[in-house]
């Protein structure tokens, strides 16, 4: 560097003694030239000691001005060689005050300038450089300052000196190779690749201009031939530290972070600390994008992420805090942390750190936010979630993802119109096809890969608020477009199940999987319809492995929860109570019935155990009846069959039993078939008097969907007064209104019998006939995940007709809480009350009911 800093230096005499004398004696003999003889020799001696007086003190103050020109060069080398040595500040000090006694000692300037430059005291050098001609200053000086503006950000005057300076010593590289890096940084990038390109083919083996041209490609983020570049100085010149160095930093800028990180390990000195610290961040930051990619071995899908959370946690250990931008590299491994959590399901975790940054007042960015509002959402915490999705909207509104979670928040939180409106209009920003532009210009189109998706989430938000035909047909009109889809298969599937055709719904997730037999979703809906259909051995196996592979999965995990509550014990216990203006059907009627299901055993088999409980007052006094039955239950594809013992107390003991069948045909049609040996239905008056009836019952239903069901059911009943009552019964079912929290149907009701022995006790018209029309209102007025509270309101206005009689109206009506309080526990209770017709005479009845379900 010395060679760089002009020397100067004072040169002193060592022929004082005999200039002066010489002086002296030419002066004296001028003196004494026109005087006379006796006198010039008396004062040439007082002349020649005045002289020499006079020249000794001149003498004096030459030699103190040598001396002090001597100290100042003394001090100036020593500042110097300080410098070189790395002592800027002892040597800054020294400069300082040579300056500031010598300001117009151009040497001192210059070598100042150029110290502070080394020093990066750039504001102190930009206030020098005023001074500074770029015509007259020296090659080392303008560098210097060239130099401290392009650190300082001031482009325009470092341009300025090192054009100025390029110009003046054309023979420098450095400056022209200064002024490519001052356009890069001035984002001139293109301009300064040209200018790189042009000298490179004058100085082809210049390295320092093929690293600038790197750099200015790496601006331009042309990263493969800024790679190219750094190679070739590599093979002219292996021991290139700062072509290492940048070759380093592409491999990271183009994702190959484990690359770079190996590179960093064989030199660490290569980089600065912040730079490795850096690089180690990126290659955690990768792991963590890489983990978000679908794996092809499932049970392998968690090792990028597993990976990243290895890295992260390494960095965050290593980060030395001195090092500049320590905190923030800290901060973005937090951040990306959360995001690796969240793709491991750790959403607990996700949710405690990121409370833990909101606590210490971290500003946090986009992608760590949107981790954070999905684990929320996965933990059951809507109302934070949609706090967080909302504020991501603001900052990126048109975020798919961010968009989706919404959505899906908003349909846990119950609030239909604006999820439904959230996504008509993401669906319809959406178009079918795109532009893409090619390479020559033209222009084709190509299919928006986001289409299926907001079009399928759209049709399944109609499912989700129970709007199943409409939701049914917009995802059957997209299958048909693109069969091939299995995202829209899966959910085809899905909305055939919940229209209540579970075959259908079969069929379809086979057939997807017949494309891809590792779609886990279609797996999942294939495993639901085993359930659904009673194929438990094929539902066991599918949700065990299911849940083995997946227990993260919010769908298997349902799932699995289904099956587990399958196989556990179930109580169904109904507790009435009535109270009649009248008494032919009893009045202060009480009545106990419940069921006690053992666990399945044998995948298909269920023992019960029955037992009933009835009492009422009647003319001929009160009647209490009591049933115990024992049974077993067979449930498989299309058929469903129970077998019981009862035993009844009467007043009598007496032994009964029933087989019952329900055949299903196809996803419409199915056929009850009930046999009963002394038949529940028998009237407890009939029962005072000691009558009991056998029974059997065969019927046919149609259930077109879940908006629409039409049966007929035939009932013989053989009375042991040798009465037989034979019945016909048929009803109507449809949905007229349905809405996500309410639904009305409309239930039409006829029914006729006939007796062939009149004159009982017990109510027995030779013939009837009845009409009904019900309508039955239901709402939900709460949700929670799997608790809920609905409330139903029932009014029922009909004819009735009896033989020998005026016919008369029936009006009633029922209202009813229920209570889903788990997927375990259902209550339902309520009040009704009734005006029907009995013999020409109304009597009004007040019933209260209790029923519960529970699964334990």
Not at 230 to 255: F, K, W
Not at 306 to 335: K, Y
Not at 557 to 577: F, K
Not at 602 to 607: E, F, L, T, V
């Amino acid at each position: 560097m010395r060679s760089q800093l002009e020397e100067t230096g004072l040169r002193g005499t060592k022929t004082l003694g005999q200039e002066t004398t010489g002086v002296i004696d030419r002066f004296v003999m001028l003196l004494m030239l026109r005087r006379p003889t006796s006198t010039r020799e008396d004062t040439l001696g007082t002349i020649k000691r005045l002289l020499l007086l006079t020249f000794a003190v001149a003498a004096l103050f030459s030699t103190l001005a040598v001396t002090t020109g001597w100290a100042q060069q003394a001090d100036h080398d020593k500042a110097i060689a300080m410098a070189r040595t790395g002592q800027t500040a002892q040597a800054l000090e020294i400069l300082a005050s040579l300056y500031t006694n010598h300001p117009d000692d151009k040497a001192v300037f210059y070598d100042y300038l150029t110290v502070l430059s080394w020093a990066g005291q750039d504001d102190r050098v930009a206030a020098l450089s005023t001074r500074l001609s770029p015509q007259t200053a020296p090659e080392y000086a303008l560098k210097a300052a060239a130099h401290s503006a392009r650190r300082r950000g001031d482009y325009i005057q470092a341009e300025y000196l090192y054009r100025a300076g390029a110009q003046r010593f054309p023979g420098d590289l450095d400056l022209p190779t200064g002024l490519i890096l001052t356009l890069v940084d001035a984002d001139c990038s293109q301009a300064a690749l040209e200018l790189a390109e042009k000298l490179e083919q004058q100085h082809p083996q210049e390295p320092s201009l093929q690293l600038a041209k790197g750099y200015a490609l790496e601006a331009r983020r042309e990263y493969f031939t800024a790679l190219q570049n750094y190679n070739r100085i590599l093979d002219r010149d292996p021991t290139n530290r700062t072509a290492q160095a940048r070759r380093i930093l592409v491999l990271d800028s183009l994702g190959a972070a484990d690359l770079a990180v190996d590179l960093t390990h064989r030199d660490p000195d290569l980089l600065s600390s912040s730079e490795r610290q850096r690089i180690l961040s990126n290659q955690a930051a990768l792991a963590v994008r890489w983990g978000n990619l679908p794996a092809t071995d499932e049970t392998r899908r968690f090792d990028w992420t597993d990976r990243a959370l290895v890295l992260l946690d390494r960095n965050r250990a290593e980060h030395d805090p001195a090092s500049p931008g320590a905190v923030n590299l800290d901060q973005r491994a937090r951040f990306d942390r959360l995001v690796a959590l969240r793709n491991r399901y750790e959403m607990q975790a996700v949710v405690s750190e990121y409370e833990s940054l909101v606590h210490e007042g971290a500003t946090i960015p986009a992608y760590a936010l949107s981790a954070a509002a999905d684990a929320y959402l996965y933990l059951q915490q809507p109302e934070q979630a949609v706090n967080l999705y909302h504020s991501l909207l603001t900052v990126q509104p048109d975020d798919l993802n961010t968009n989706l979670g919404l959505f899906y928040t908003l349909i846990e939180l119950e609030e239909f119109d604006a999820a439904y409106a959230l996504i008509d209009r993401l669906d319809q920003s959406q178009p079918i096809w795109l532009q893409a532009r090619q390479p020559d210009g033209s222009s084709r189109t190509r299919p928006n890969p986001d289409k299926p998706t907001t079009a399928t989430t759209a049709a399944m938000a109609r499912l989700y608020g129970d709007q199943n035909a409409e939701a049914e047909a917009r995802l059957s009109a997209w299958h048909e477009q693109a069969p091939a889809n299995l995202d829209i298969t899966r959910e085809l599937g899905n909305a055939y199940a919940a229209r209540g055709w579970p075959r259908l719904a079969q069929q379809t997730y086979e057939l997807g999987l017949r494309l891809d037999y590792r779609h886990r979703d279609l797996q999942v809906g294939l495993a639901q319809s085993y359930l659904d259909r009673r194929e438990y051995r094929l539902a066991e196996q599918s949700i065990n492995r299911l849940y083995a592979l997946y227990p993260e999965d919010i769908h298997v995990r349902r799932l699995h929860r289904q099956w587990q509550i399958h196989n556990l014990s179930e109580l169904r216990l109904t507790v009435g109570y009535t109270d009649s203006s009248g008494v032919t059907q009893g009045s202060q009627d009480m009545l106990v019935d419940g069921t006690l299901f053992s666990r399945p055993f044998n995948y298909n088999y269920r023992m019960f155990f029955s037992g009933r409980y009835a009492s009422a007052d009647f003319p001929e006094g009160d009647e209490t009846y009591r049933r115990y039955g024992v049974g077993i239950e067979y449930r498989r594809p299309d058929l469903e069959a129970a077998a019981e013992l009862t035993y009844n107390v009467d007043g009598g003991n007496e032994l009964g039993g029933r087989l019952s069948l329900l055949y299903e045909l196809d996803d419409h049609w199915s056929i009850p078939l009930n046999v009963e040996r002394f038949s529940r239905d028998t009237p407890l008056r009939a029962l005072k008097q000691e009558v009991t009836a056998d029974a059997a019952d065969i019927g046919i239903s149609y259930r077109a969907s879940e908006l629409s069901r039409v049966s007929l059911q035939a009932q013989v009943m053989d009375f042991s007064d040798g009465n037989v009552r034979r019945s016909l019964n048929g009803s109507l079912e449809q949905r007229l209104v349905t809405l996500p929290k309410y639904k009305l149907s409309g239930i039409v009701e006829v029914y006729t019998s006939a007796n062939s022995r009149a004159n009982t006790v017990y109510f027995n018209p030779d013939r009837d006939f009845s009409t009904a029309l019900t309508l039955d209102n239901l709402q939900r007025l709460y949700r929670r995940y799997d608790q809920s509270f609905s409330h139903r309101l029932s009014l029922t206005l009909g004819n009735y007709w009896q033989k020998s009689y005026d016919d008369d109206y029936l009006a009633g009506f029922a209202y009813e809480h229920i209570w889903e309080a788990t997927e375990r526990f259902t209550l339902v209770y309520g009040f009704s009350r009734f005006r029907r017709i009995y013999d020409g005479s109304p009597e009004y009845q007040n019933n209260y009911y209790t029923r519960i379900n529970w699964r334990f």
